[in-house]
């Protein structure tokens, strides 16, 4: 393993599934936890996620804790953790741990092969899905790829999914830019690869539904993440976007002991 790898999970309310997927994680990593770090930015939980994430952090060095006091969305808090992030390879996943960690593998043979930005796909390969979304969530998600395509001009099959890995200097590029809290914040980050001149790449990933714990209210979430499909646009054609900054320098393999938080650091 020659680079250094940040993995970001965004967490609201996430105290029940998260011990399954951290551990998961730990797993994976195994002796290359000493060159990862695994950031858990709580998006202002009111249940015992940070309890959860604090006492893993105890155990385990690799794992950090951001600490917002304020439910912002799932885009704001990847935004976080990305900007914190101090990895060659930046990361995300669910905290329901719906595409195995082990796919990470896949996403980064490919960003060794030459991409910027990988999206771990569940509509490249289909018989990866081991339990699909019920139907109305995958036509709601077909309709959503539709106006991506005809509102912000991507030809993409999964936008939406919470796997995807970038390399550092066009993560930073991107989530310096992104001004989208919620869960449009995927299309918008993935719009600005498009305009940066980032390359994205597609690759097949296992894929399993978990109903229990899911945050998405798919008929109010989908018409908010239209607006923000549209808002994109407009941001864009009114230029309220800043210019992206240059990409950051090479951070040493070597990870800070504490991840800051709003106010205070993680214990």
């Given at each position: 393993?020659?680079?250094?790898?940040?993995?970001?999970?965004?967490?609201?309310?996430?105290?029940?599934?998260?011990?399954?997927?951290?551990?998961?994680?730990?797993?994976?990593?195994?002796?290359?936890?000493?060159?990862?770090?695994?950031?858990?930015?709580?998006?202002?939980?009111?249940?015992?996620?940070?309890?959860?994430?604090?006492?893993?952090?105890?155990?385990?060095?690799?794992?950090?804790?951001?600490?917002?006091?304020?439910?912002?969305?799932?885009?704001?808090?990847?935004?976080?953790g990305?900007?914190r992030?101090?990895?060659?390879?930046?990361?995300?996943?669910?905290?329901?741990?719906?595409?195995?960690?082990?796919?990470?593998?896949?996403?980064i043979?490919?960003?060794?092969?030459?991409?910027?930005?990988?999206?771990?796909?569940?509509?490249?390969?289909?018989?990866?899905?081991?339990?699909?979304?019920?139907?109305?969530?995958?036509?709601?998600?077909?309709?959503?790829?539709?106006?991506?395509?005809?509102?912000?001009?991507?030809?993409?099959?999964?936008?939406?999914?919470?796997?995807?890995?970038?390399?550092?200097?066009?993560?930073?590029?991107?989530?310096?830019?992104?001004?989208?809290?919620?869960?449009?914040?995927?299309?918008?980050?993935?719009?600005?690869?498009?305009?940066?001149?980032?390359?994205?790449?597609?690759?097949?990933?296992?894929?399993?539904?978990?109903?229990?714990?899911?945050?998405?209210?798919?008929?109010?979430?989908?018409?908010?993440?239209?607006?923000?499909?549209?808002?994109?646009?407009?941001?864009?054609?009114?230029?309220?976007?800043?210019?992206?900054a240059?990409?950051?320098?090479?951070?040493?393999?070597?990870?800070p002991?504490?991840?800051?938080?709003?106010?205070?650091?993680?214990?």
């Amino acid at each position: 393993m020659s680079y250094t790898l940040s993995i970001i999970i965004p967490a609201y309310n996430e105290a029940g599934r998260l011990p399954r997927t951290l551990q998961h994680i730990l797993s994976y990593l195994g002796e290359k936890a000493d060159i990862a770090e695994v950031i858990v930015v709580n998006d202002g939980s009111t249940d015992r996620t940070v309890d959860v994430v604090k006492k893993f952090r105890a155990q385990h060095r690799c794992i950090q804790l951001i600490d917002n006091f304020a439910n912002r969305g799932k885009g704001s808090a990847i935004r976080d953790g990305v900007l914190r992030a101090k990895g060659d390879i930046i990361l995300f996943t669910d905290a329901d741990d719906s595409t195995p960690i082990e796919d990470a593998d896949k996403l980064i043979a490919a960003i060794e092969d030459g991409a910027d930005i990988v999206i771990g796909s569940r509509w490249v390969d289909r018989d990866l899905q081991s339990q699909p979304q019920p139907w109305y969530r995958r036509l709601n998600g077909r309709v959503y790829n539709l106006l991506l395509r005809k509102v912000l001009g991507l030809d993409l099959t999964d936008t939406q999914n919470g796997f995807k890995a970038y390399t550092r200097s066009a993560a930073k590029a991107i989530f310096a830019t992104q001004k989208i809290p919620g869960w449009g914040f995927d299309a918008e980050s993935l719009f600005f690869a498009h305009h940066f001149g980032f390359l994205v790449r597609e690759v097949p990933v296992e894929y399993t539904y978990y109903a229990e714990g899911s945050k998405i209210r798919p008929y109010r979430d989908g018409a908010r993440m239209l607006l923000e499909l549209l808002l994109v646009r407009w941001y864009f054609l009114t230029g309220a976007y800043a210019k992206p900054a240059p990409p950051p320098p090479l951070f040493p393999t070597a990870f800070p002991d504490e991840v800051l938080s709003e106010g205070h650091a993680s214990e």
